[in-house]
């Protein structure tokens, strides 16, 4: 947990680029961080990513087109946010 609103906003920018590198990842559990802003595209980076988790935060905006990359995905949840768009349906 990351803590706070300061670290959501603070830090966020940071912990992606830090999470994105990581591309042999295959599990991603940032619920309830306080994070904020947009998920990146940069998320298609975690091609071997199987279970993506980003509820009870504060991200906002479109889904990234980038999530379609991730074709290995099982099981994602980014309930209690903004985030609007669509999936095309889960490969995984």
Known sequence: RLGGSAAGAANAEALWEDVTALTRLTYLSLNDN?????IPESIGQLRE?????LGDNALAGSLPSAL???THITMMA????TLSGSLAPLRG
């Open 34 to 38: 306080a994070l904020q802003g947009r």
């Open 49 to 53: 990513l199987r279970y993506l988790f």
């Open 68 to 70: 379609s990359q991730l």
């Open 78 to 81: 980014a309930h209690d946010n």
